[in-house]
C-alpha cells in the first residue's frame, strides 16, 4: 500500500519561511491532482493550494500571494513554499494525489494521503 510522505514542517516565527514536501513511499500513475491542505485547532480541514498535471494552480485565498504550490510529475513529488508565514496559518498540513480514469488503481478514482506535518507559527 503507497503512502505519502510530508517532510519540511516545523515552528517558525511570523514572517519567515518553510518548503513542505511531498513524495509517495512507492511508485504511483495516472496523478492529475496533486494538493495540500491544513487543519488548524478547532477550524475545518481546508484545502490551501492545488496544481494538476498541466501545471494549473489554484490557491485559498488567505494564502494567495504568500504560498507557491509546485510538483514533479516524473517523480510524483509536491511542494509548497510558504513565504511570509503567519500565526494563521498554524495547523497540521496534509498532502493529497488525486487520480481517475485508466492509469489510475481504481478506475473511479482514488485519493493519496499522507499522515501530515506540523507547521507552527509563532507571533
Known amino acids: 500500500q503507497v503512502q505519502l510522505v510530508e517532510s519540511g514542517g516545523g515552528s517558525v516565527q511570523a514572517g519567515e519561511s518553510l518548503r513542505l514536501s511531498c513524495a509517495p513511499s512507492g511508485s504511483i500513475s495516472g496523478i492529475e491532482i496533486m494538493g495540500w491542505y491544513r487543519q488548524a485547532p478547532g477550524k475545518q480541514h481546508e484545502l490551501v493550494a492545488i496544481?494538476?498535471?498541466?501545471?494549473?494552480?489554484n490557491y485559498a485565498d488567505s494564502v494567495q500571494g504568500r504560498f507557491t504550490i509546485s510538483g514533479d510529475n516524473a517523480e510524483s513529488t509536491v511542494y509548497l513554499q510558504m513565504n511570509n508565514l503567519k500565526p494563521e496559518d498554524t495547523a497540521v498540513y496534509y498532502c493529497n494525489m488525486h487520480c481517475s480514469g485508466y492509469d489510475c488503481e481504481t478506475f473511479d478514482g482514488h485519493d493519496y494521503w499522507g499522515q501530515g506535518t506540523q507547521v507552527t507559527v509563532s507571533s
Open positions: 496544481i494538476t498535471s498541466s501545471g494549473s494552480t
